[in-house]
């Protein structure tokens, strides 16, 4: 038995905190920052781990920041 | 800053589903948290590296927003004057009939100050493509009404709302070159969500592929949010441009290979 | 050796465009100088050579196409008519600033406004002060001749890449319209594409992966960048007044007055000199050819041996201003014109000699 389980890398430094990846994610994977970045800005961080590199949150970031990864994972 | 629910064994290079395409320059954007500019730029570029036709594309950039385009898409592109863009595009591909070539204009650009040589270069059905990106209000400038914004809508300088007994009605010009004889490809898309952008890049292939065929224009509108201009967060832009911006700019293919739909 | 015909000034320019290996050519209908395109179309140099020719729906279009065609290293040129030129300040402005090579024939006609359709030289200031928006110039040449619209075709396309900035034919009406001989040079081959890139590394012709994209651009958002801008093509615009000045005298070596005339101008000059001198009246004439750069020293060495000069032009005095900041004020200078379209006589031109020169 097998499922995908998936991850996400965000470039903290370049998210701008629109929240569009937040409303994207059918898993309320990610939510925003209590920090903010260099510019100012709360960015978007992972917070549980029912990603499952569906790719919607890389797909709808205007600057392009979530790196998503995706990976056939074997079950006992 | 410590990560929490990392998957250092998912993590991994073969791994990688989604990543920022190369051909988008690494440096930070120029446009406002959560505009579609960004996106519709991934889009297309994508569209080049799948195509594998980075070395065959030449660009022409707008004013507007997107004037500084050349500066993050990874190919070669003109700055054109304020609303020339197709005046550019028509002579460069006449020139370089082997290239791609594309417009990225905004709708002050494209249906205001540029009406001329837009509407001119779809009927002489310039293999071109057009993508026109519609947020219904001049977002460099400051906030003014736009040819495109909607009735009622308010903006720097219409305060009180558009009121079309003096300011007139907002122009579907997506529509009237839907029925100029040139154009090959006319279609309405948005990039506020993964399914849209997905529909989008699809048109933008489905675009560049025309082009390679040499069938004559198209022309892609994508209906985006301006959330400094509207004075909302993305979120909240995001869905009053789906409450307001699409009944009246409806998604969807006007025009395929030529005929109406 | 070249070949020898008989032909409107008009269609010279054209022929010339296509002898010179132009590439493209995006124009307006606009008279007098319709025949530009209308040669072009008839003659199919599409056929001819591969050289595009389009009409555009404006002035303002042909020129950004031509901005378009320039940016990507091409040969590439327009023409109009006065009007038609106020409308192109625009791309012209953009081409100068974003350092592009380009030839724009300007057929003046009388102005202001829609003025006439009758020759002048009314647009001296708009071609040589730069004409649209910021600091720049245009190299411009004035052709009193068919024969010189013929080879300011191939010399402005030369200086146009040379220096990578547009380049205008100061022609008129009359030019344009009137007959003469002209022996034309032999075809020189359109460039091909390799040809074109190596010659013009600063083109955006598509992007190979082994260099950095190309920005065709008149925009720099930080003040000191534009700066640069500027400081670099005021450097050039003074490398192009140091080498690239273009001037004739006539029968000056005896002479003890001038007259200073430019291209339609220049021609009744060449005749009231003839006239003056049965008269006994011993006059030159000296013909900037290059309007930008502007013969300073030769018209100061040149006017300064004289007892005074006239400077005829078919407007109410611009290129005056030029031949005064040349000269200085050692000898008289005093302006005769016509305008709206009007062309002295000769025999005008020498009264006006007498009267403000001589007699006054």
Redesign the interface.
Known sequence: MGKF???I?INTE?C?????C???CPFSVIAMSK?VNGKG?HFA?????E?T?C?????????????????K?TTE | MEELFAKPEIRKPENIVYKKTNLMIDRPLSYCPGCGHGTTHRMLMEVIEEMGIQENTIGVSPVGCSVLAYDFLDIDMLGAAHGRAPALASAIKRLWPNRFVFTYQGDGDLAAIGTAETIHACNRGENITIIFINNGIYGMTGGQMAPTTLEGMRTATSPYGRDIATMGYPLKITELIAHLPGVNYVTRQAVHTPNHVRKTKKAIRKAFEIQKEKKGLSFIEVVSNCNSGWKLTPVQANKWMEENMFPFYPLGDMKIDGKLV | MGELKLMKGNEAIAEAAIRAGCDGYFGYPITPQSEVMEYLMAQKPFERTGMVVLQAESEVASINMVYGGAGTGKKVMTSSSSPGISLMQEGISYMAGAELPALIVNAVRGGPGLGTIQPSQADYFQAVKGGGHGDYKLIVLAPASVQEMCDHVKLGFDLAFKYRTPVMILSDGAIGQMMEKVVFFDQIPRRTDEELMKECPWAAVGKPKNREHIRITSLDLDPAGQERVNLKLQAKYKTIEENEILYEEIQCKDAEYLFVAFGLSARICQKATDLARAKGIKVGLFRPITLFPFPIQQIAATGNRMKGVLVVEMNAGQMIEDVKLSMGSKVKIEHFGRFGGIIPSPDEVVNALEQKIIGG
């Open positions: 389980q998936g991850d890398v370049r701008k905190g629109c929240e569009v937040v409303a994207a920090d800005y961080i992972k917070v549980n781990d990603c590199g790719t919607n949150c890389g797909t709808v970031c205007p600057d392009g920041v979530i790196t998503v990864y995706r990976a994972v």
